[in-house]
């Protein structure tokens, strides 16, 4: 199991952070969670996970915030990062890709969408 | 006749002016040629000539008179009829006197009373017609009358009425009255003025009319700088005559009943010619200083420097109010400007707050989004998860019912999400080619489950059909959108038919049902926000009356046509009909 890929998950709504943690470790991955946006920065630069499944409205720092400090980073640009928000308009959409996220995923999400564009993105 | 017609063709101007009034320019042809036959008779043939001559006229302007004016409007012609008649009754008693008597009338006579009675109603008559004209009452109007009467009053004063103060006459009443003469000739020099520069249409009839007036006037003062010396039967009877005979054609004339009509170009403002006029009386004055230095007579230095100041007064006035009307004229500019700038200002800054409040708007339906869906998130998601791990049957059917519930809630907030932007303003669309096809049989696919445990045959009639420019997610919401409704209003045996196929540069998207129909009145409310059927709250079929809003708006977003046909308890067609790329 050591060797399988470790996922950062980071969203202020614990509910919702243990169901993304129990789903991508249910598909095999290992997970990493974070509460807020700082944590997530943190996280990210402690354990060097391979893909960052980030909320968009989180406390300290929004999951734009944490992407943008993310992509600025050197030693963190190949991280895959995707967003999941309930922000589902085209604009929120739109802001979230053009920020440099890989994928972005609506709240509320189904179980194999979410595990089937990790997989995808860790592929790639 | 047809050396006539070879005049009309040489002068058309004239051949239109004969044809214009006949009557007028005959007696106008005719006159003239009296006043020329007048001066070929013998003296006693002569007065009584002039006196029938005169009548013509009188009878003339009356005649004219009756024929062009309505009643009511006949007053300023009346007054010239019996202002002539005074001319003629004075001119008969002459005539009476020179005839049977072969002398002249004392001084003074009852000739007199009748000439001079006949001034009054003849300078009374020209100032009603330019009344009636308007324009008259105004300031700047007034002071141009008062201006040229007190320039003409000064030239009469110092040249024609004055002199009498130094004549010797037999008795005082014999002055009086010579000195009358040319205080009346006043009279008709400010009207014959206030013709020249009055806002009249230049008819016919008002340029005769200023010909008349005109003549009298000029016959009157060279009679009276040479009173002394003048005979009856010298030239400057022509000039009188030719004055009857002016005023009746200009009476005869129908052009005479359209100068009341107003030339706007001549209302008082400063025309040239009422600018030449200003100037004229401005200069009295002085010219008639010069004119007596240069005569070697007594200057007249009292008459002439308060004559010269009244007038200085009055041009000072009549300026200053012009200065003050383009002042103010200035003013209502700037304040104009002001407004139309502070107007600006306003619209620009509620301008800004319309975008202000469209930006407040965007955030709040994302946030209310946001709100909604994270619980939502939750419930589904761990849902999900207990529905992969139970297995007891009875438990399954339970979930499933929270499963479908939270998913319509889902369903009820993306809808009044989007109904709620469409509120703000038209569907924006992300265009690409979109086959329709494609979107039509996954819509029905994704249906076929729902169909199936409610009973409903779903059936599917696609054609191949040109692509359409639109936006794939908004015309998938469409399709679903109509498919789940027919499903949900076609009760258990029933039948969903959907169609596909081109249609004149179109492509139709046809969507029938079995089910409960809508009424006629229905139908036309049927695409209103929140609308629902009678039949759908009787029969608790569940909705929240915005899919058909939103389907109509994406139809038409898309430059497209949505109808419905349909009977109660018939079933319903739903048609989409949307342009094709061509």
């Known amino acids: 199991m050591s060797d399988a890929p470790l996922i950062l998950c980071a969203d202020d709504d614990a509910d919702i952070l243990s169901l993304v943690s129990l789903r991508l470790e249910r598909a095999g991955f290992r997970v990493v969670q974070a509460i807020d946006g700082d944590a997530a920065l943190e996280a990210a630069r402690s354990e060097r996970p391979a893909l960052a499944v980030l909320d968009v409205m989180m406390p300290k720092r929004t999951g734009y915030e944490v992407l943008a400090a993310l992509r600025a980073d050197p030693t963190l640009s190949d991280l895959k990062v995707i967003l999941l928000s309930a922000r589902v308009q085209e604009a929120d959409v739109e802001l979230g890709l053009s920020a440099g996220a890989d994928a972005y995923l609506a709240k509320p999400f189904k179980a194999g969408d979410l595990v089937d564009k990790v997989q995808e993105l860790l592929e790639a | 006749m047809a050396s006539f017609s070879l005049a009309a063709q040489a002068l058309p101007g004239l051949a239109a002016r004969v044809r214009a009034g006949p009557a007028a320019w005959s007696f106008a042809a005719l006159g003239s040629l009296a006043v020329g036959v007048y001066f070929l008779l013998s003296p006693d043939a002569q007065s009584i000539f002039y006196v029938v001559l005169g009548f013509a006229a009188v009878a003339a302007v009356y005649v004219g008179t009756i024929r062009n004016l309505p009643r009511g409007e006949r007053l300023p012609w009346h007054l010239f009829s019996l202002g002539l008649l005074g001319q003629v009754a004075g001119d008969a008693i002459f005539a009476v006197y020179e005839v049977k008597l072969d002398r002249e009338p004392p ?18 008559g020209v100032f009603l017609v330019l009344r009636r004209l308007g324009g008259q009452a105004t300031r700047a109007a007034v002071i141009d009358t008062v201006v040229v009467f007190c320039g003409v009053a000064l030239v009469q004063w110092i040249f024609f009425i004055d002199p009498y ?61 040479n009173a002394g010396s003048y005979q009856g039967g010298a030239w400057i009877d022509a000039l009188w005559l030719l004055s009857y005979v002016a005023w009746g054609a200009a009476a005869l004339d129908p052009s005479m009943a359209r100068i009341a009509e107003t030339d706007r170009r001549r209302m008082p403002r400063l025309t040239r010619s009422r600018l030449l006029l200003l100037a004229a009386a401005l200069l009295t004055a002085p010219v008639i200083l010069l004119v007596e230095r240069a005569a070697h007579h007594s200057v007249h230095a009292y008459a002439l420097s308060i004559g010269g100041a009244v007038l200085s007064c009055l041009v000072l006035l009549r300026l200053a109010g012009l200065v003050r009307a383009v002042e103010r004229a200035g003013r209502a500019e700037r304040l104009a400007r002001r407004e139309s700038e502070q107007a600006q200002q306003l619209l620009s800054f509620q301008n800004d707050q319309l975008r202000e409040l469209d930006t407040l708007k965007d955030e709040f339906v994302s946030s209310v989004s946001h709100e909604l869906r994270t619980p939502l998130t939750s419930i589904s998601g761990y849902l999900e998860l207990i529905l992969e791990d139970e297995q007891d049957e009875q438990k399954r059917n339970y979930l499933g019912v929270v499963e479908r519930n939270a998913e319509r809630l889902l369903g009820l907030v993306s809808d009044l999400l989007f109904s709620a932007r469409l509120q703000g303003g038209r569907l924006e669309l992300e265009r690409t080619e979109v086959d329709l096809s494609t979107l039509v049989r996954d819509a029905v696919e994704s249906a076929t489950p729902r169909a199936e445990a409610a009973g409903v045959e779903l059936t599917l009639a696609a054609e191949n059909v040109p692509p359409v420019s639109g936006e794939a997610v908004r015309l998938a919401q469409l399709l679903d959108n109509l498919i789940s409704n027919a499903i949900k209003f076609t009760p258990t045996g029933g039948r969903v038919a959907v169609q596909l196929a081109p249609q004149d540069g179109l492509v139709r998207f046809e969507i029938s049902d079995t089910g409960i129909g809508i009424t006629e009145l229905e139908r036309e409310r049927l695409f209103e926000r929140f609308f629902r059927s009678q039949t759908a709250l009787e029969r608790q079929i569940q909705g929240t009356g915005l899919g058909l809003y939103i389907s109509k708006a994406i139809v038409e977003a898309h430059g497209g046509r949505i109808g419905v046909q349909s009977e109660a308890g018939e079933g319903t067609t739903f048609v989409v009909d949307l342009p094709a790329i061509s």
């Open chain 2, 107 to 124: 001084l003074p006579s009852v000739a007199d009373a009748f000439y001079l009675a006949g001034y009054p109603l003849l300078a009374l």
């Open chain 2, 165 to 225: 103060n130094h004549l010797h006459f037999g008795n005082e009443s014999a002055r009086l009255v010579s000195m009358a003469y040319p205080a009346m000739d006043a009279l008709l020099l400010v009207a014959f003025a206030q013709l020249l520069v009055g806002p009249g249409g230049r008819t016919v009839a008002y340029r005769l009319l200023i010909a008349s007036v005109a003549l009298w006037v000029v016959a009157d003062e060279i009679y009276g700088l």
